[in-house]
């Protein structure tokens, strides 16, 4: 079990590691010119992997410090992703489709709780049949966080913390699919799926109360998950979040990530 000290050495490491491999990559790849490179090359080289970070925060760092943590917490982290079945049977193709359009309704016949349990339901009939083909899930409906503990199955991925109506209603669709993968493959399993928020964008307020439509079709808590309620799970300690934000000061005080880039750039 982390204490404070541990879990802020921890991840100023994952954090600098994270940004650092992510700048070699980048920078090992050949850019395709721009008439800038002739004027400011350097800041172009800069913007560029500023750039990437910021549309790839997810799997280039919040993906690996939840990973971290949670190895530190005595979860597993199981590295594969979830499967479908290559010919999803119509009855659970059907139904979960039906359930998908009454939640995108508002006040219809389901919510978060209701439908999960719906989907499992559905699924019992695997006991007695299983379903013999699954393959990988199609790209972007996969799980980018897999963490197991005591017999659960835990689903997380990140999300922007400023996201879209098409975003919120994706963000729902992608947790009943991935109850649907599951308990096609594993009827009598358990599982537990979030979308992450990493962190709120305006600390004066709640996250909900600024998202959009409040978040809905998105159910707060029983889908959406926001800073602590994610970084506490994983690490097992009370206000992470300010412990990352610790880190990040920390990091940036010491110069030593700048000095990485800066050798990158030369």
Known sequence: MLDRQQAEELILETVYTSI????TRSLAKKPKFQILDLIIPKERKIRSIVGGLETSLGTTLWEPLAK???TENNFQVIDSNLQIPINMPAPLSNSLQSIIED?????GLYNAISAHEEIKRICQVFIARP???FEQAPKGKGVDIWLVKDGINYFFD???????????SGCMEQILNWYAYFYSKYPTGKAFS????PYNPDPDKNFWDGAIGKGKPLEQDNEGWVENQFWDFCSGLEDTYQ????????????????????????
């Open 194 to 197: 979030r979308i992450v928020f």
């Open 68 to 70: 971290s943590l949670s």
């Open 103 to 107: 939640r995108k309704r508002y006040g």
């Open 20 to 23: 650092s491999n992510y700048a």
């Open 243 to 266: 412990i990352i934000k610790n880190s990040f000061i920390k990091l940036q005080k010491s110069g030593r990530l700048e000095q990485s880039l800066h050798n990158l750039l030369k």
């Open 158 to 168: 990140t999300k922007t913390v400023q996201p879209n109506l098409s975003t919120l």
């Open 131 to 133: 379903i013999e083909g």
